[in-house]
């Protein structure tokens, strides 16, 4: 097979990282989380590439796949250039522009300021190399933009500012691998967009200021990556339903972010996602979010911090929001997960020494009362060594074997339980047969029934808090 004639002899120089040292509009943390991925970059810029542009680049594209494929083949590092191309006038019969198992190479691709008209747009099965693949400003119009089954490689996935007016970007069963994905303020107008089955690896991702009308994030595998979403715009349908993987993830912030239909955030997630200053007008589900509060060893000082503090302390604020979500949706049972994960949160840092004591307690007894059988344990707990003890200090003949230990239970159930209309009876009963009196008995035993029937008190109420929780309307 004979291959085009392309004119590669001027050496060109490839400098994408410029995009975002000179002029670049993105925020800071555009900037600052690709650190790494941009010093790659400038050292790419110090060697000389070939370019394969322009006409060159759209004759060999024409020729089809196994042209084209056949040429990278022998040309796997070169750079490909699309930029400004008007692909309107290329489309085939059906109205298709079809790039379908095209490969790439390792080197840079750019799609610039490209447009691609009305009709579908098909990348599926196409493999990016570990070059940069921009489609910066890129215009869609109508017409689905698929890339089903594509493979890219280690280089920034740059679709910041890109407009899309009628379609559905489908990334379905994709592989990012460890890229920066960027769809930094890129505009769906009428547009949704697909993950289902997409595999991300350790790179960025990033909707800062997107603007989208449906989306639908459910990757099968996510890496211990950053999804960063701040002034993230839905106007319809929004749904990240994160995997098992998702555990890795780094950080997820949606701070900020507006969705005009229904909402839904699922994942066991190890991390707590920013929904501070999100704004929602229809259900929002949070039911399946399980959330784990990073927690590290405190530091030495004075007092004592007794357990570990939180490890971001804007969690406490961030934990909630969330609560706040969901009692707003009547989520009861996702509302006390976020509320007693809060409470953890400003332990130590928000909350007093003696009111971190305290609250350490009460997650121990009761989880936050979420939990009805610790309290109950408890309780029994106490009226078994409370009679033990009632029985030890018995100092009537008549208290000793079975009979003193059959008074001693009376004595310790009657003052668990002070409310039974039986308990004031059998305990007078209780205190004569092992004291021989009921008004002066000896002053241990003062001490002991007074400790356990505020004990008691604390246990039945956790009970009946962790009854409530469990059956609310």
């Not at 604020?317 to 009861?332: G, M, V």
Request: hydrophobic share 40%.
């Amino acid at each position: 097979m004979s291959l085009p004639t392309i004119n590669l002899s001027r050496p060109h120089r490839f400098y994408i990282a410029k995009r975002y040292f000179k002029g670049h509009s993105g925020p800071q943390l555009h900037l600052g989380k690709t650190e790494n991925e941009f010093r790659d970059m400038t050292e790419e810029a110090k060697l000389e590439r070939q370019t394969l542009e322009g006409g060159a680049a759209l004759n060999l594209w024409r020729q089809g796949r196994e042209v084209w494929n056949s040429w990278i083949n022998e040309n796997p590092g070169c750079n490909i250039s699309f930029d400004g191309v008007d692909f309107s006038r290329y489309r085939d019969s059906d109205g298709n522009l079809s790039f379908t198992g095209y490969c790439f190479g390792d080197g840079n691709v750019h799609f610039n300021g490209a447009t691609f008209g009305d009709g579908n747009v098909i990348f599926a099965k196409v493999t990016f190399g570990d070059g940069h693949l921009i489609f910066a400003k890129v215009i869609f119009d109508s017409g689905d933009v698929i890339f089903t089954n594509a493979t890219f490689g280690k280089g920034v996935i740059d679709f910041s500012e890109a407009a899309f007016s009628d379609c559905n970007v489908i990334f379905t069963n994709s592989n990012f691998g460890d890229g920066y994905v960027d769809f930094f303020k890129a505009t769906f107008a009428d547009s949704n967009m697909y993950f289902f089955g997409a595999t991300f690896g350790d790179g960025e991702i990033n909707f800062h200021q997107a603007r989208i009308k449906e989306l639908y994030f459910t990757p099968k595998t996510v890496g211990a990556c950053s999804i960063q979403a701040e002034e993230l715009s839905i106007k319809d349908r929004a749904i990240f339903n994160l995997p098992s993987s998702a555990s890795n993830l780094k950080t997820f912030n949606l701070h900020s972010a507006s969705f005009d239909g229904p909402f839904t955030l699922t994942g066991d997630l190890n991390i707590v996602p920013d929904l501070r200053a999100t704004r929602y007008s229809h259900q929002v589900d949070l039911s399946d979010l399980k959330v784990k509060l990073p927690r590290i060893s405190a530091k030495l000082g004075w007092p004592p911090k007794l357990s570990r503090v939180a490890k971001d302390p804007k969690n406490g604020a961030r934990l909630r929001r969330l609560k706040e979500i969901a009692e707003t949706n009547k989520d009861h049972q996702a509302a006390l997960r976020f509320s007693a994960d809060e409470n953890r949160a400003k332990r130590w840092i928000e909350t007093s020494w003696f009111g971190s004591v305290l609250d350490m307690a009460f997650s121990a007894f009761s989880d936050y009362g979420q939990n009805i059988l610790r309290p109950f344990v408890a309780l029994i707990v106490l009226t078994a060594a409370s009679m033990g003890l009632y029985k030890t200090l018995a100092t009537e003949t008549s208290a000793a074997g079975w009979t003193g230990w059959a008074q001693a239970a009376l004595l310790s159930a009657s003052n668990s339980l002070p409310f039974l209309p039986q308990s004031r009876d059998l305990r007078e009963d209780a205190l004569t047969a092992l004291h021989g009196t009921t008004t002066d008995p000896d002053l241990w035993v003062d001490a002991l029934m007074i400790t356990q029937g505020v004990l008691s008190f604390i246990f039945l109420f956790l009970i009946g808090l962790g009854l409530r929780n469990r059956f609310r309307l």
